[in-house]
C-alpha cells in the first residue's frame, strides 16, 4: 500500500491547480456569475480553460486523449474548485460521467468533447428530495429502444448538458438491487423538460420531466437490467469527489476564519488571543485533519480498486460532511456580524457546504449505509 | 516477486508458524496487555511465548536498530509486518514505556553504552520502566517541577516526589525529570535514569475511580544516581523530555483506533438491545450514536495511517502528535460511553464473573484520564494553537 499522503507527482499537479482555479476562478468569478444573473450555472470559457489544463480527462486514458490518471488526481482539482467555489461541472462530466461510461462504446462518442472542454455531463439520478438507493422511473421497451417516463430532480447543469446520465428501471419495483439500467441520454432527446432551479448557493439544478423520452438500445450504459453495477462504480466516484470538493471548501472556510482570528481586534487585543476561540479553532483543525486523511484513504483504495473502498468512500463523505459542516458554522459565528454580511464571502462557503453535504447522501445517509453493511 | 512481496510471504509464514492461538484473541481488558519486566511470574505461558518469540527477532520494536535489538526493518517492512499482524489478528506482543517513550528518546539523544545498555533490554521484554514526569505542584505546567537532583561529584543526590506515575510499584527502571537549576525554569530540568530498587526510592499506589491503580505516588528520599545516567546535556532534560511526550501522545492516540476484527461496540450492542425486523439495532437513537461514532473512528484510523506515513517519511507538523492525542482519547472516552449504553445495567456490575470483574464499568471510568494524562485536552488545543494555527499570544 503506497504511504497515505500526496506522492510527488501529485504534490506538482496539486500547486499546478491550486495557482490556476485561484487565478481562473476565485470565488469573485461565482459572485459576479451570480451577480450577472447567469443562466448556464458555469462559465464555459473556464471549462474550456480546464480542458487546455487536461483536468477535463483526469480520468479518461491517455489513448483515448486523457491524463490517464486516478481518483487522487480529481480529487487534487476538486479540492480546489471547492477551496474557490468556483462552479464548475467538473464533477458532473470530468468524473462521473467519465466513471460511467469508461470501458463502453459510450466512450468514443462522448470522451472527445470532454477532453475538448465542448461537452458537459449531468446526473439525472435523484427521485426525491433526500438521496436514496431506490430507483423507481420507468423504462420500458419500444420498438428498437425504451421509453422513459418519470422525474428526476437535484440534476446539476441538467438543463445545458449535452448528456444525461439516467437512471431508469426496467424491471421489478422501486428498492430492488436488479431491473435498474442506466441510460446515456443526449439533450436534443424528445419529450424532455428541463426546468433550472437557482438553489441556495446561486448554482443551478433542474427539475426533469420525462414524458415518454424515446431512446436507441445503444443509450444503454452497460447491461439492461444490471445498471446497478456502472451506477454504483459512478456513485462512489462521485461520492469521493464531492468529499474531496467538500474538502476545500471546508478548509477554505478554516484558513479564512483563522486569519481572521488573527487580524481582527476586540477589547483591545486580536480575537485570536482568546482561549475560547482558539480551542474552538484547534477543534475544528483538528476534524478537518481526520476527514482530509478519510477522503485521501478513499480516492487510493477506489484508485487501486480494493473491495474496502465502498466503505471508505461512506466514510470519507459522511466524515467530510460532518467536518466541513462544523468548519462553516464556527466561520460564520468567529467572523461575528460581517460574517452575516452578502458582501463578505464566508456565508458563501456555508451555502456551497450545505449543497455539496446533500449531494450522492449526506452523513446521515452514509453513516447508516455503514451501520447498514455492518450488520447493525 | 518483489523484496517485499517476499517478505511479506515469510512474515506471514513466521506469524502463522509463531503467534500462539491465544494471542490472536481480541483484548479483553488491561490483563491482557503485556509489560515485560524482570518479574514476568503473572504472564501467561502463551503471553510469554510470543513476547519471547517477537523478541529475539526484534519485532517488538521492528525499525530500531539490529545492534540495539530491534529488527532493523524499512519503513515499508514495518508497515507490512503490522499489517500482516492485523490480518492474523496477532496481538502486540509487548507494550511498554520503554519501547513507545523511552527507546525514541535515548535513539536520539542516548551516549552509545546507554543505548547498549538499555535498548536490548526493553525490545526483549526484560526491564520494565516507568516515567516520572508529574508533580503535586507540576501536572498541566510540568516545567514547573521541584523534585532536586543535588551535583556531589560522581552523582546526583535525589529527593522530591512524583505523582501518576503510571505503574511505577511494578516497574524496575525509571526515566525521570529532575531540575539541576533553580533559576532557570524550562533549561535547569535534566533527565536522568535509576533503579526502583535504589535505596531511598518508595512508591504508593494511588486507588481510582475505576477502583484500579495504574498510578501510584513515588517519592525519593536522598536517592543516589550515577552521573553517567543522565540523558542529553545536564539543564537540557527538557528538550529530551518534549520529545518523548510527543512520542507518548502518539502512543495513547492509538486507543482511538480500536481493534481489528469484530467490533466489541456493535456486536455487544446487539447482543444487548437486538435488531428490529428490518435488521437495525432496535434503539433508533442509540444505533444512530453509534453510526456516527463509526464514522469517526474509521476516518480517525486512516488518519491515523496517514500521521505514521508522515511521521516515517519526515513530514508530519511537530505538533501533530498533539491533535493526534486530543482526538484519539477524546473519541476513546466517546467510546467507552456507547459501550456502558449498549450494555445497559449488565455493564454496571462491579465484580462479578459475568462482568469480568466489573471490566466495563471501571474499563470506561479509567478511560476518563485519557484526557488528562500526557498532557489534557486543553493543553493539546492550546499547542496546536500556538504551533499549529499560529494564533496569537496562545
Known amino acids: 500500500m503506497m504511504p497515505l499522503f500526496l506522492n510527488e507527482d501529485q504534490t506538482m499537479l496539486r500547486d499546478t491547480a491550486r495557482d490556476f482555479v485561484a487565478d481562473a476562478a476565485p470565488v469573485s468569478h461565482m459572485r459576479k456569475l451570480r451577480d450577472d444573473k447567469d443562466q448556464t450555472g458555469f462559465s464555459r470559457d473556464l471549462w474550456k480553460q480546464f480542458a487546455d489544463m487536461g483536468f477535463t480527462g483526469i480520468l479518461i486514458g491517455e489513448d483515448q486523449g486523457g491524463l490517464g490518471l486516478g481518483h487522487v488526481e480529481a480529487g487534487i482539482v476538486l479540492e480546489e474548485i471547492g477551496r474557490n467555489l468556483s462552479p464548475s461541472p467538473f464533477l458532473q462530466t470530468a468524473v462521473a460521467a467519465v466513471e460511467a461510461m469508461k470501458g463502453t462504446p459510450h466512450a468514443e462518442r462522448w470522451f472527445p468533447g470532454i477532453v475538448a472542454g465542448e461537452t458537459v455531463a449531468a446526473l439525472a439520478i435523484d427521485e426525491g428530495a433526500k438521496f436514496r438507493n431506490s430507483v423507481g422511473m420507468k ?63 446561486a448554482s443551478l439544478a433542474a427539475r426533469i420531466e420525462f414524458d415518454g423520452v424515446e431512446v436507441d438500445a445503444d443509450a444503454v450504459i452497460g447491461e439492461v437490467d444490471a445498471g446497478r453495477t456502472p451506477l454504483a462504480r459512478l456513485l462512489r466516484a462521485s461520492q469521493a469527489g464531492a468529499a474531496a470538493e467538500m474538502l476545500g471548501v471546508g478548509t477554505g472556510a478554516m484558513d479564512m476564519t483563522v486569519n481572521y482570528l488573527k487580524e481582527r481586534k476586540q477589547f483591545g487585543t486580536l480575537i485570536g488571543t482568546f482561549q475560547a476561540l482558539q480551542h474552538r479553532a484547534s477543534h475544528l483543525y483538528s476534524e478537518m485533519e481526520v476527514a482530509r486523511a478519510a477522503v485521501l484513504k478513499a480516492q487510493q483504495l477506489l484508485d487501486a480498486s480494493d473491495e474496502k473502498a465502498d466503505t471508505a468512500v461512506s466514510v470519507a463523505k459522511a466524515m467530510t460532511g460532518l467536518a466541513t459542516m462544523l468548519s462553516v458554522q464556527e466561520g460564520i459565528q468567529m467572523h461575528g456580524g460581517i460574517g452575516m454580511t452578502d458582501e463578505y464571502d464566508i456565508g458563501f462557503y456555508m451555502k456551497r457546504q450545505r449543497v455539496l453535504a446533500e449531494l450522492f447522501g449526506d452523513a446521515n445517509f452514509h453513516a447508516d449505509r455503514l451501520a447498514r453493511a455492518a450488520g447493525y | 516477486m518483489t523484496d517485499l512481496d517476499q517478505f511479506r510471504a515469510e512474515t506471514r509464514a513466521w506469524l502463522e508458524a509463531n503467534c500462539p492461538p491465544e494471542m490472536r484473541e481480541p483484548i479483553r481488558s488491561e490483563k491482557d496487555s503485556v509489560w515485560g519486566g524482570r518479574d514476568q511470574s503473572a504472564m501467561t505461558p502463551a503471553q510469554k511465548q510470543w513476547m519471547d518469540a517477537m523478541g529475539a527477532k526484534g519485532w517488538t520494536v521492528p525499525d530500531w536498530p539490529k545492534e540495539y535489538g530491534g529488527g532493523g526493518l524499512s519503513a515499508a517492512e514495518t508497515k507490512i509486518l503490522r499489517e500482516e499482524m492485523a490480518k492474523l489478528r496477532c496481538r502486540n506482543p509487548l507494550s511498554s514505556f520503554g519501547i513507545s517513550m523511552l527507546g525514541p528518546a535515548l535513539l536520539k539523544y542516548g551516549t552509545e553504552e546507554q543505548k547498549k545498555d538499555h535498548l536490548p533490554k526493553i525490545a526483549r521484554g526484560e526491564i520494565r520502566w516507568c516515567q516520572g514526569y508529574s508533580e503535586p505542584n507540576a501536572g498541566s505546567d510540568l516545567a514547573s517541577l521541584a523534585t532536586s537532583a543535588e551535583d556531589k561529584g560522581d552523582h546526583f543526590l535525589i529527593n522530591g516526589q512524583k505523582v501518576w506515575t503510571s505503574y511505577a510499584n511494578y516497574a524496575d527502571w525509571i526515566f525521570c525529570l529532575v531540575r539541576t537549576d533553580k533559576t532557570n525554569k524550562h533549561n535547569g530540568i535534566s533527565f536522568v535514569l535509576f533503579d526502583m530498587q535504589t535505596p531511598g526510592v518508595s512508591t504508593k499506589p494511588i486507588l481510582l475511580i475505576s477502583g484500579y491503580s495504574p498510578f501510584c505516588e513515588t517519592f525519593f528520599d536522598n536517592v543516589k544516581v550515577p552521573k553517567e545516567n543522565l540523558v542529553g546535556e545536564l539543564n537540557k532534560g527538557w528538550d529530551v523530555a518534549k520529545y518523548l511526550l510527543g512520542h507518548e501522545r502518539e502512543m495513547i492516540s492509538n486507543m482511538g483506533l480500536g481493534g481489528g476484527g469484530k467490533n466489541p461496540l456493535i456486536e455487544g450492542a446487539i447482543a444487548t438491545i437486538g435488531l428490529d425486523h428490518d435488521g437495525r439495532l432496535a434503539d433508533p437513537l442509540l444505533r444512530a450514536k453509534i453510526a456516527e461514532f463509526e464514522v469517526r473512528s474509521k476516518a480517525f484510523a486512516a488518519q491515523s495511517e496517514r500521521f505514521i506515513d508522515e511521521l516515517k517519511a519526515g513530514r508530519a507538523h511537530p505538533a501533530q502528535p498533539s491533535m493526534m492525542k486530543y482526538y484519539g482519547t477524546e473519541l476513546n472516552k466517546a467510546r467507552h460511553e456507547l459501550l456502558m449504553a449498549s450494555g445497559g445495567s449488565d455493564n454496571l456490575e462491579w465484580e462479578s464473573e459475568r462482568s469480568r470483574g466489573g471490566a466495563p464499568a471501571r474499563d470506561w471510568l479509567r478511560t476518563k484520564a485519557n484526557s488528562i494524562e500526557g498532557g489534557t485536552s486543553e493543553v493539546q488545543l492550546n499547542i496546536i494553537s500556538k504551533r499549529i494555527l499560529e494564533l496569537p499570544g496562545a
Not at chain 1, 442506466?182 to 426546468?195: H, I, Q, S, Y
Open chain 1, 139 to 201: 423504462a420500458e421497451r419500444a420498438g428498437n429502444g425504451f421509453k422513459l417516463t418519470g422525474a428526476k430532480q437535484f440534476v446539476q447543469h441538467g438543463h445545458v448538458a449535452d448528456v444525461l446520465i439516467v437512471a431508469a428501471r426496467t424491471a421489478g419495483s422501486a428498492d430492488d438491487e436488479n431491473g435498474v439500467t442506466l441510460f446515456a441520454v443526449p439533450k436534443d432527446a424528445a419529450g424532455m423538460t428541463a426546468t433550472a432551479e437557482r438553489l441556495t448557493d
